[in-house]
């Protein structure tokens, strides 16, 4: 504990999404915080207790952590020096001319880090990176001779609930250095100090060595992404035969080998994650020389974007073959909700790829638009839901937002010019829909 009462002094270099929240929830969980970014508009924002983007329950979380002292920002590599573990929580988008991660923000966060680390310190690497990199910066850390050691600690929140899953997550993995069969045991103690909360309240702990924790990580998501275009596949299939996908699901989710939760057929997965993490995790296995063991990832891409063109085309079958001119109201552009997040976002490429064939779309969301807008200006945006279904001739709902679930059908009807909706989340109550006079297309339901 140091003189002001906190536990170990952390740095948190990179604070998009991962690292902003990650800075907050370590101070809220009793640690002295510097969050440290080279964009100087998004540290003002963080250190004036506001978040660069939407996410519930941030804005409140940094607002106290740095009004109580336990949290600063800075863009100062060298204000990282007091600290004694340090986290690396940049981004490793995909590279711009491949399915390959881009490391070069990792890459960057340690050529920031080496001047200032101290024997002693722990470099902890939170970032989505292919299996292999931890062993590298291990060695580059190691040979510029400070005596600090690495850990890697791969991250599993889920965007919408950031906060709650990085305070009180459902499993911790550390990877540390292996030495034959010893495991760095005194990295393991220090990060077991920054996670002494949620540790005692009895969250499993996995101590492994580098090259698993950073499989977990890929493993976790190409796991999810899977599920998902399995239930989409099986929708593919409901549909020619006349079944019901989401009975489908519900039925082999009793199973509990199975599973209920990820088996929500619709537009598919998008997002910062789980659509680059899948390409990335092909690509290294193709460098590793078992591309074919992973030869399914390929697929269940390829399933995901699918979906999307099945909206479209849904959309253009609805009027019989072409949308020229046709009103649509897109409900949502972010990629899941409770988020502002665009990226990869299905209900936002529908958007697009339905503009670009000349029909006239009018898009809402209660958070995304200022992120969509950025991304494709040509589109229309209509920030109230009312306005934007006024007149439509085909509601198109691609985000599940509470707002969008809970629509009323008859009130609905009463602004729309035609009463047609494409449920591409399977969230609405199709009978009291048809009840009121809607005729409604979904994924996967005859
Ligand atoms: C995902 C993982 O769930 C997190 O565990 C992980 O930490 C994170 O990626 C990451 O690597 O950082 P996230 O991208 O926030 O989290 O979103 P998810 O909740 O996984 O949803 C991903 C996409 O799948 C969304 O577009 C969602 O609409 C879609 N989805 C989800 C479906 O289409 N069907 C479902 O049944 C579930």
Not at 143 to 157: D, I, K
Not at 262 to 285: E, Q, T, Y
Not at 309 to 327: E, K, Y
Not at 398 to 423: C, K, N, Q, S
Request: charged letters at 25%.
């Amino acid at each position: 504990m140091n003189e002001r009462g906190l536990l170990v002094r952390l740095s948190v270099i990179g604070c998009g999404y991962l690292g902003a929240v990650h800075a907050a929830a370590m101070a809220s969980l009793g640690h002295e915080v510097v969050g440290i970014d080279v964009d100087e508009a998004k540290i003002a924002d963080l250190a004036a207790g506001r978040a660069p983007f939407y996410e519930p329950g941030l804005d409140e979380l940094l607002r106290d952590q740095v009004g109580r002292g336990a949290l600063r920002f800075s863009t100062d590599p060298a204000a990282a020096a007091d600290a004694t573990v340090h986290f690396v929580a940049v981004g490793t988008p995909q590279s711009p001319d491949g399915r390959a991660a881009d490391l070069r923000y990792v890459d960057a966060a340690v050529d920031s880090l080496l001047p200032i680390l101290k024997s002693g310190d722990v470099v902890v690497g939170k970032s989505t990176v292919p299996v292999g990199t931890a062993a590298a910066i291990a060695a580059r850390i190691a040979e510029h001779g400070s005596g600090a050691r690495l850990a890697w600690n791969p991250e599993f929140l889920r965007e919408g609930f950031a906060v709650q899953d990085t305070v009180g997550p459902d499993r911790i993995v550390y990877g540390v250095a292996r030495a034959g069969d010893e495991l760095d045991e005194a990295a393991a103690a220090v990060l077991d100090e920054v996670y002494a909360v949620p540790l005692a309240a009895g969250t499993p702990r996995i101590v492994t060595d580098f090259a698993t924790a950073e499989l977990v990580k890929v493993a976790a998501n190409a796991f999810l992404a899977t599920k998902i275009s399995f239930i989409n596949a099986m929708a593919e299939i409901a549909e020619v035969a006349g079944a019901d996908v989401t009975q489908l699901a519900d039925a082999i989710g009793h199973d509990a080998r199975i599973g209920r939760r990820f088996l929500n057929a619709g537009v598919g997965f998008g997002g910062g994650c789980l659509p680059k993490d899948i390409r990335a995790f092909s690509a290294r296995a193709e460098e590793l020389g078992r591309g074919e063991s992973v030869a399914f990832l390929r697929q269940v891409d390829e399933i995901n974007l699918r979906q999307r063109q099945r909206v479209v085309d849904m959309a253009v079958a609805s009027f019989g073959g072409s949308v020229v001119g046709r009103r649509i109201a897109i409900l949502g552009l972010a990629f899941k909700p409770d988020s502002d997040d665009v990226r990869d976002s299905p209900a936002l490429d529908v958007a697009v790829q339905l503009n670009g064939l000349g029909a006239d779309v009018v898009a809402t969301d209660p958070h995304a638009i200022a992120n969509a807008r950025g991304r494709h200006p040509q589109l229309r945006y209509e920030a109230d839901t009312t306005a934007a279904l006024a007149g439509a001739e085909s509601v198109l709902l691609l985000t599940e937002w509470r707002e969008y679930r809970e629509l009323d059908p008859v009130a609905t009807a009463a602004l729309v010019a035609d009463r047609h909706v494409i449920d591409g989340r399977n969230v609405l109550d199709r009978a009291r829909w048809r009840a009121a006079g809607w005729r409604v297309v979904a994924h996967g339901r005859a």
